[in-house]
T-cell receptor, first 114, second 113 residues
Framework: DAMVIQNPRYQVTQFGKPVTLSCSQT?????MYWYQQKSSQAPKLLFH???????NEADTPDNFQSRRPNTSFCFLDIRSPGLGDAAMYLC?????????????FGPGTRLTVL | KQEVTQIPAALSVPEGENLVLNCSFT??????LQWFRQDPGKGLTSLLL?????REQTSGRLNASLDKSSGRSTLYIAASQPGDSATYLC????????????FGKGMKLTVNP
């Protein structure tokens, strides 16, 4: 089945230790998104790629970066995680933009910062 | 700035009831609205997408309606079952260049056997 895959499902890191989260998709979608969801809060978009075009949200901290080496993979890098970065990180994809832009989500990576 | 509200934040009902979940948004210039389901500790499962030109969409026991001019959407769940217990989130894709979905905080539904 075509899907969005995130690895690992659970990640524990230490305060200040860089961490990378991975997302891959078999849907061959053009757009990939990273959302952050803290406990009992709404998911919040960090950035997205339309093909190779990177789009950063204005309020995304500089501590968060992303790479998309090819259509299938997208990575979220947190350079120096703080306690406030503990959250569920959700990757999503969509075929394109506009009215038909249905987003499909992966299972998420739960990040714990010690 | 688009804001999405879901009230109430939680709902507990007995099995078999027909339910209406509400979602409101402040900016009517949207591309579409999506309803998602989230089980505890899991990702989001897309339930229905309503394009801005549509009034409603149906999938099985679920029916979602959209009134763009008034900034409202409802998700109707017929004959609720314990397996429907989850958090339901609505999200809108706003026109104007950004492709992000703006989410409500969700409504936690518990269906009791």
């Amino acid at each position: 089945d075509a899907m969005v895959i995130q690895n690992p499902r659970y990640q524990v890191t230490q305060f200040g230790k860089p961490v990378t989260l991975s997302c891959s998709q078999t849907l061959n979608h053009n757009v990939m998104y990273w959302y952050q969801q803290k406990s009992s809060q709404a998911p919040k978009l960090l950035f997205h790629y339309y093909d190779k075009d990177f789009n950063n949200e204005a309020d995304t901290p500089d501590n968060f970066q992303s790479r998309r080496p090819n259509t299938s993979f997208c990575f979220l890098d947190i350079r120096s995680p703080g306690l406030g970065d503990a959250a569920m990180y959700l990757c999503a994809t969509s075929y394109g933009r506009g009215s038909y832009n249905e987003q499909f989500f992966g299972p998420g990576t739960r990040l714990t910062v010690l | 700035k688009q804001e999405v509200t879901q009230i109430p934040a939680a709902l507990s009902v007995p099995e078999g009831e027909n339910l209406v979940l509400n979602c409101s948004f402040t900016d009517s210039a949207i591309y579409n609205l999506q309803w998602f389901r989230q089980d505890p500790g899991k990702g989001l499962t897309s339930l229905l997408l309503i394009q801005s030109s549509q009034r409603e969409q149906t999938s099985g026991r679920l029916n979602a309606s959209l009134d763009k001019s008034s900034g409202r959407s409802t998700l109707y769940i017929a004959a609720s079952q314990p397996g429907d217990s989850a958090t339901y989130l609505c999200a809108v894709s706003t026109q104007g260049g950004s492709e992000k979905l703006v989410f409500g905080k969700g409504m936690k539904l518990t269906v009791n056997p």
